[in-house]
């Protein structure tokens, strides 16, 4: 009975070592991902903020008209209009997609 008894008790040992090592190595897995994409987003809103303080500074701000998503229209120095989007990326607008800001 005692031989029984810590037979079973070793494999069960075993098998649960098992069971949680392979359970930790999808944790690091699932970590590496969500800091991969945390990552991923940090840059992107930092371009984004890079950008935008670059254009307020360098090109004139285009005064009561906005985006199609709602941001700031920015004129350069070769007068083209663009916004900057959720990315950093300069998007260059076409004069029919410049809208008026409401008035508050």
């Not at 970590?31 to 004139?60: P, R």
């Not at 229209?73 to 260059?92: E, M, S």
């Amino acid at each position: 009975m005692n031989k029984k008894f810590l037979s079973g008790l070793l494999t069960l040992a075993i098998a649960g070592t098992i069971s949680l090592s392979a359970q930790a190595q999808e944790k690091k897995k699932t970590v590496g991902q969500t800091i991969d994409k945390t990552a991923t987003s940090v840059g992107h809103k930092t371009a984004e903020v890079a950008v935008k303080g670059t254009s307020k500074v360098g090109d004139k701000t285009y005064k009561g008209k906005m985006a199609p998503d709602g941001t700031d229209v920015y004129i350069d120095g070769k007068n083209r209009k663009y916004y900057v989007n959720k990315k950093g990326g300069k998007v260059y607008l076409k004069a029919s997609q410049i809208m008026d800001k409401p008035v508050k």
